[in-house]
């Protein structure tokens, strides 16, 4: 049996999260696990979108989706989708998608704890 390499020439790297981005989103993915306010997360990989989608239980609809829209024009590439499908936020960059999303779960973490 002889392996044959394929070769993908139409890879771009914009078609996904780029190290930085996933290891923001990975670190705040994290300490929700360990606070025990997440349980899973899914990855949704479309032609033009690309989402990091958090979950209570898999079971669930998403607590958040983090969109990033691929072939942007314009500068707001970044979105942020609560659990019913609204946007909460639109952004170009990054880190203030995920400043909203720590301030909404340490609200609500603070609450469980009192």
């Known amino acids: 049996m002889k392996l044959q390499l394929i070769k993908n020439t139409n ?21 929700m696990v360990s606070a025990g306010e997440w349980k899973d997360y899914g ?6 979108i690309i989402s990091f989608e958090i979950y209570r239980k898999a079971t669930e609809n998403p607590l958040f989706q983090i969109l990033k829209i691929l072939n942007q024009k314009d500068k707001n590439k970044y979105q942020l989708k609560d659990s019913s499908g609204l946007v909460i936020k639109i952004s170009d960059n990054l880190n203030s998608i995920l400043k909203i999303i720590s301030k909404k779960c340490s609200k609500r973490y603070l609450k469980i704890i009192k």
């Open 11 to 31: 890879f771009n790297k914009e078609n996904f999260f780029n190290k930085k981005e996933l290891q923001e989103i990975l670190n705040l993915y994290g300490s």
């Open 43 to 48: 990855i949704f990989m479309g032609k033009n």
